[in-house]
């Protein structure tokens, strides 16, 4: 994809215009990724070998990449501007000053991710351009990159029908006695084969639900259990994530009750999730609607935005005053405790749009508990 | 694992003080485990739901997480004392300086990990503990971590052994045009089943092999190519890397000679890897080996160490002059161009010990370049 696929490069100058930002530095593989349209493996895997697509005021970005990165970045990005450092040799941060200098933004006012760029690369930067300004960017990134484009919608949309397949045709293959990991490794498998990379899983069954990011383990699945999934791969450059909830074997009353709360209020909170609408009335709505139904709350945010990254601006919490807008798309997520101690959960992908809320996943059987059997 | 059976906390605490550090701040995953003995999911897929433990000069470490993350820790850790943060509403950064306060740290000199600490923690733990002296403690993890105990030795020598079974019965079962994704997925599946988590794959045909680190795509197996694989996972909490090379069909006499002269070039370099030998002096015992068998070198480096981090310290590089110790466990990789640029690689494992060094890995038909029939 073109950066002009995602973003009109001019929208996210004018964003860095008004962030008093001259030139605007990605690191992050997810800024990476946005900017150059490569996504570096070693960046999941090597964070310590740093690439960086850097955007002027003006004009296009250029990239600087470690040299055993350039074969990958030339063959996969548009960008034509590729500079490489040569890692133990030189510090990319020195090449990044260098580079920079001679662009002509010495003295220039430097946005950075300073969420996600190390301390000593912070330091080093600053001590390297003692007449620049070296400022937080990730701001303009984050607002840029929560405004999807129609074929970002799609990739995610179809990345997370493919994540809520995997799920169901594996709690299918699977019966009571199976280990958590054994199902686990079934939607992971299954994730792979649909096309998907860098696949993670949250998977339990019993009490082990109740654990925020549990690991798959060799716990069975018993008989009048709650098993709680929640996982995603990447596609195409884009997360997938979903979560879904099944019971093995046949419900009880109570779970059958929970669950259709569970799933109503999830409902209700999506219908919030409207243009205009700050991202933290809808988890005030989300909290409206547990309480009307006799839920607890346990968790201080009901969703997040979903794209390139995994948890996006906005995050839906109390706090986040972040107007929602068309094109945004997020993951609405609540989850809730019975008197066993299971933790029931479902997670469904909405778009943003300029009416009602648009559910992009969940059309597979979410209304109802998946009986395991 | 106690942390007794990684390190004595004593020494961990000498190295502390040879470094001029008071209390130590682990916040990377790899580091909050060591500590810890607790992996958190969330430090995969949400980093910047940040944990931390925290090593005073004297004592045992203590561990400050996000409230969702507490019941995992509670769980896993042998740590008794566990403070909580509340995101959203409270800035990790602002509870542990409040912490380091009330512990009497306010004056005190505080090492943090900057090369992993995003800048804008950095700055405000700077700003909120005005007194302190924060500086980078990240080579006193490095240095510690860097001398494996027995019991991870057997841990990183299972999940070695793992990961070369998961290859070479993956190898096994390919056949010439299966695409690079299916090959990639049998060994990631296979890597799962064996009870590894958080895997990643590198796995090329043809001349995407050259590309360093390439994502398995639909490309398919043909005849005369060389296929390249370089894998892992995580296992019990610490980490494998093998890379494999297989020839698609009957090898020809230049792919026979030229993986024939790889392997023993890889043994030579491994011999080199002695007590009291510089990780430097490794590096040049390979560009020789390369030399005098009339081999390319194109890479910087020809191993790392291995352990609850990938590419460990230390780096083994032209520059490094740290020296092997007994204990040390390091991946040796050297890789080789053919003349129709097809990239040939292997990587094994191997312990530094008071005598020869022990290949924990290989012993599985390394010798032979591996062929698809």
């Not at 002027?56 to 990005?77: H, I, M």
């Not at 699977?174 to 686990?184: L, T, W």
Request: proline share 4%; net charge negative; charged share 25%.
């Amino acid at each position: 994809m073109r950066i002009e696929e995602r973003i009109n490069p001019k929208s996210l100058q004018a964003a860095m215009a008004a962030a008093g930002i001259d030139v605007l530095v990605g690191a992050s593989s997810e800024n990476f990724f946005y900017l150059t349209d490569t996504l570096l493996l070693s960046h999941e895997i090597i964070p310590e070998r740093l690439c960086m697509a850097v955007m002027p005021s003006e004009g296009v970005p250029w990239a600087l990449v470690c040299y055993c990165e350039e074969l990958q970045t030339r063959q996969d990005s548009w960008i034509g501007e590729i500079h490489v450092y040569h890692e133990f040799q030189e510090s990319p941060m020195e090449v990044l000053a260098r580079l920079l200098k001679e662009q002509g933004w010495g003295r220039a006012r430097i946005g950075v991710e300073k969420r996600f760029l190390a301390g000593v690369y912070l330091e080093e930067l600053e001590a390297l351009l003692p007449e620049a300004t070296v400022l937080a960017g990730d701001w303009v990134f984050d607002q840029a990159r929560s405004l999807k484009t129609p074929q970002e919608i799609e990739i995610l949309r179809a990345a997370g029908l493919e994540t809520e397949r995997a799920i169901l045709e594996s709690f299918s293959r699977s019966r009571p006695g199976d280990s958590e990991k054994e199902v686990a490794n079934r939607i992971s498998t299954r994730l792979l084969e649909g096309g998907g990379t860098s696949s993670w899983i949250v998977l339990a069954a019993g009490t082990n639900t109740a654990i925020n990011h549990p690991w798959a383990g060799s716990k069975t699945l018993e008989l009048g259990e709650i098993v709680r999934v929640d996982t995603g791969a990447t596609f195409r450059g884009y997360r997938s994530d979903v979560a879904r909830t099944a019971v093995v074997g046949e419900p009880n009353r109570e779970q059958l009750g929970l669950y259709r709360k569970l799933r109503e209020a999830e409902l209700e909170t999506i219908s919030r999730a409207r243009a205009g609408t700050r991202a933290c009335c809808v988890y005030e709505g989300f909290v409206g609607a547990f309480q009307r139904r006799g839920l607890s709350v346990t968790s201080q945010a009901v969703g997040h935005g979903l794209g390139t990254g995994l948890h996006e601006y906005p995050i839906l919490n109390g706090k986040e005053g972040a107007e929602l807008t068309p094109g945004m798309v997020l993951c609405i997520e609540p989850a809730v405790l019975d008197s066993r101690g299971f933790l029931y959960h479902v997670e469904d992908l909405v778009l943003v749009t300029e009416g009602e809320p648009r559910i992009l996943t969940g059309h597979m059987n979410a209304d109802d508990l998946f009986v395991i059997t």
